[in-house]
T-cell receptor, first 112, second 112 residues
Framework: NAGVTQTPKFQVLKTGQSMTLQCAQDMNHEYMSWYRQDPGMGLRLIHYSVGAGITDQGEVPNGYNVSRSTTEDFPLRLLSAAPSQTSVYFC???????????FGQGTRLTVV | GNSVTQMEGPVTLSEEAFLTINCTYTATGYPSLFWYVQYPGEGLQLLLKATKADDKGSNKGFEATYRKETTSFHLEKGSVQVSDSAVYFCALVAQGAQKLVFGQGTRLTINP
């Protein structure tokens, strides 16, 4: 009964470092997405995927890359971290035709 | 474009007070509407939803009615508890669309 699993829960990076935030779901959902949560701005969509091999940009894609090689996994990559990427990141998934999204517990990232 | 506007927070109430958090939206057609809740240190959980006009979503004593004429989905609870302290997000998925669009969130604090 895992649902959507994100790792790590917390991370501190130095400016310029790279890292990958992991997201996995075990519900066979076609649609997966990444959001960032910043104070007073709600959740903003970074990238999303409607199925394996298909990804597209959301509202704030700059500085982030994604890939979707399997239905289960949707990693988010920061190639060169910047302080502006300090945020809480959430991964979500749902069925292709459904409207209800399921969220992971979040990753709190600090870039110093 | 599609958007969601929530009342600004933070909101602070005493236990057993009546709660209203306003949410209005802009979207074409008939979107599906959601309230998500984020308890301290946790991810987002679905609180309630409504998928067509005049539907009332309810859960844990919270209610919200889909009002097409006023494009609103206000969240209400008759008697709040300290355990209701959280951040509440109103969100929508537009008809025929894939993306979940969030409001900015409202932080609610309930004092004993």
């Amino acid at each position: 009964n895992a649902g959507v699993t994100q790792t790590p829960k917390f991370q501190v990076l130095k400016t310029g470092q790279s890292m990958t935030l992991q997201c996995a779901q075990d519900m066979n959902h076609e649609y997966m997405s990444w959001y960032r949560q910043d104070p007073g701005m709600g959740l903003r969509l970074i990238h999303y995927s409607v199925g394996a091999g298909i990804t597209d940009q959301g509202e704030v894609p700059n500085g982030y890359n994604v890939s979707r090689s399997t239905t289960e996994d949707f990693p988010l990559r920061l190639l060169s971290a910047a302080p502006s990427q300090t945020s809480v990141y959430f991964c979500a998934s749902r069925t292709g035709t459904g409207r209800l999204s399921f969220f992971g517990q979040g990753t709190r990232l600090t870039v110093v | 474009g599609n958007s969601v506007t929530q009342m600004e927070g933070p909101v602070t109430l005493s236990e057993e007070a009546f709660l209203t958090i306003n949410c209005t939206y802009t979207a074409t057609g008939y979107p599906s509407l959601f309230w998500y809740v984020q308890y301290p240190g946790e991810g987002l959980q679905l609180l309630l939803k409504a998928t067509k006009a005049d539907d009332k979503g309810s859960n844990k004593g919270f209610e919200a009615t889909y009002r097409k004429e006023t494009t609103s989905f206000h969240l209400e609870k008759g008697s709040v508890q300290v355990s209701d302290s959280a951040v509440y997000f109103c969100a929508l998925v537009a008809q025929g669309a894939q993306k979940l669009v969030f409001g900015q969130g409202t932080r609610l604090t309930i004092n004993p």
